[in-house]
């Protein structure tokens, strides 16, 4: 492109050499203009999913290049990526001097991509409260997280604490992002049902003081027995094994193959009747290990006694209060003869009074 110089000599003249017998020819230089020849580009609208790569940026032109002419430089669009319309620009794209460009813009879209959101699925005994619900994220480009969106999803379900035992959706929703479309995945609550504890007193709920009984418990795969009067053992099991000195409530946890626990209580009353108030009427004080002592029975539920033994004159041969088993017929340390003896039994606080006889047996 630009402006050239022309002359016109006779020998450039059509038909030869001008001649004219009345004139006199003179010659003047003139101009050329080459003007830039012109070509039209046309940028091809282009798209992708927020994340992705872009693609190659394409064009077409119309109008013919002269010779090895070729492009240079590159279309470009609007930096960005962000969902959204980006104007893909000429750029640096020329062909010099020689051509005047005429440039047709076109679009970059980016498209949203897809999030799924999972529910995590939960188990819970029925009765309690309800779980953390959480979600699970698959699809998040970047450095994205669940703190990139606008509005985090949340999960909702029909059921309560005080929901039947069964199964029941978890359903997410309510996500809300510019760069997102949410795919959303439903979860599972699972509420387990609670063990039907029952217990059984071996020996009905009423027993004289003194009795030892058996409560057994049924319902759950595990049992834990709470701290309570007169257990002699068996807390960590089905069976446990008493000896209650008031009216005791006893309370049994049991446990499930699922881990759901329910408590159940039973109250034992305790008869103060003294009717397993029982003294061995025989003593062989030989140190054989069979009737050595004046043993009376359950005399330990009642810390308060106190024994007299009186010979058959009515004299008093022992004393002593809290009685614990432990008279072998002796009287100040000296064995007393053999014969019978008698005791009186005063259970202390104004209850009642005990008596019987022993005989002693010498060989």
């Not at 020998?11 to 010659?27: E, K, L, Q, R, V």
């Not at 927020?50 to 032109?61: E, H």
């Not at 991509?113 to 409260?129: D, E, H, I, P």
């Not at 199964?167 to 795919?183: D, E, H, K, V």
Request: proline fraction near 3%; aromatic fraction near 10%; glycine fraction near 12%.
């Amino acid at each position: 492109m630009g402006t050239y110089t022309a002359a016109v000599t006779p020998s450039a003249a059509i038909g030869g050499t001008f001649t004219a017998a009345n004139y006199n020819i003179g010659y003047a230089t003139g101009n050329i203009m080459v003007e830039a020849k012109p070509i039209t580009v046309t940028a091809a609208a282009k798209a992708k999913t927020y994340g992705d790569a872009d693609p190659a940026l394409t064009y077409s032109y119309t109008g013919t290049l002269v010779g090895s002419d070729n492009f240079s430089g590159a279309i470009t669009r609007v930096v960005g990526e962000n969902v959204g319309s980006y104007a893909i620009e000429q750029g640096t794209l020329s062909l010099g001097g020689n051509y005047a460009i005429t440039y047709v813009g076109a679009n970059f879209v980016i498209n949203k991509a897809v999030l799924t959101v999972s529910t995590n699925s939960a188990v819970m005994c029925q009765g309690n409260n309800l779980p953390a619900l959480s979600l699970s994220y698959s699809g998040f480009r970047f450095s994205d997280n669940e703190n990139s969106l606008s509005a985090k999803p949340t999960v909702t379900t029909s059921a309560t604490p005080n929901s039947a035992a069964g199964t029941y959706a978890l359903i997410p929703g309510g996500g809300a992002s510019g760069n997102y479309t949410f795919a959303y995945v439903n979860g599972q609550l699972t509420i387990n049902a609670l063990p039907m504890v029952n217990i059984v007193s071996g020996s009905g709920l009423s027993v004289s003081k003194g009795a030892t009984l058996q409560l057994t418990a049924t319902g759950g795969a595990a049992h834990s027995w709470s701290n309570a009067n007169g257990i002699i053992s068996g807390q960590q099991t089905a069976v446990l094994t008493v000896r209650p000195s008031q009216t005791t409530t006893y309370t049994v946890t049991a446990t499930n193959a699922n881990g759901c626990s329910q408590s159940a209580t039973i109250t034992i009353e305790v008869r103060e009747d003294f009717e397993l108030i029982s003294g061995t009427n025989i003593l062989t004080p030989n140190g054989d290990g069979k009737n050595d002592y004046l043993v009376i029975r359950n005399i330990d539920m009642y810390p308060n006694n106190e024994i007299k033994i009186f010979d058959v004159a009515g004299r008093i041969v022992y004393s002593k209060k809290s009685y614990d088993n432990n008279w072998d017929g002796t009287f100040s340390g000296s064995p007393l003869a053999k014969g019978t003896y008698y005791y009186i039994i005063d259970f202390g606080n104004g209850k009642a009074k005990r008596k019987g006889f022993v005989s002693i047996v010498r060989d």
